[in-house]
């Protein structure tokens, strides 16, 4: 009897232990400069705010337009490979990176008859 109460005193300190721990939000943001081609990222921050302000400082324009990617989801960013000749873009959001770069580029394509290709992409936790 006294293992049993031994187990289930452990048993209950590592649940309050993990319960008692934050919980890791992981939020992005993808931004984005369409006059000038500048891009930036920011994965896994705490807050929205943080991840766009990042994004942002990135990019390195406060024209950067801001997309946020939410928690357990994966962004992609697709532009042309040529800005000279297009500034055709697309952001995806997916719950898989492959299918987010692939929509950001077949959604980028639609835009331009160039070629578009990834520039960056992430899952948030």
């Known amino acids: 009897m006294r293992k049993t109460g031994i187990l289930v005193t452990a048993a209950m300190i590592a649940t309050l232990a993990g319960a008692a721990a934050p919980a890791l939000a992981g939020f992005g943001a993808i931004a984005f400069d369409q006059a000038t081609g500048r891009y930036g990222f920011s994965w896994n921050e705490q807050t929205?705010?943080?991840a766009s302000g990042l994004a942002?400082?990135?990019c390195g324009s406060d024209k950067c337009r801001v997309i946020p990617v939410p928690p357990a989801k994966c962004g992609a960013l697709a532009t042309t490979d040529n800005p000279k000749e297009s500034n055709a873009w697309a952001v995806a959001i997916r719950d898989?990176?492959?299918a987010a770069e692939l929509a950001?580029?077949?959604d980028c394509q639609k835009r331009t008859a160039?070629?578009?290709k990834i520039r960056g992409s992430e899952c948030n936790r």
């Open 96 to 98: 898989q990176k492959p």
């Open 48 to 50: 929205q705010d943080r």
């Open 104 to 106: 950001a580029v077949q």
């Open 56 to 58: 942002r400082k990135d």
């Open 114 to 116: 160039g070629q578009c």
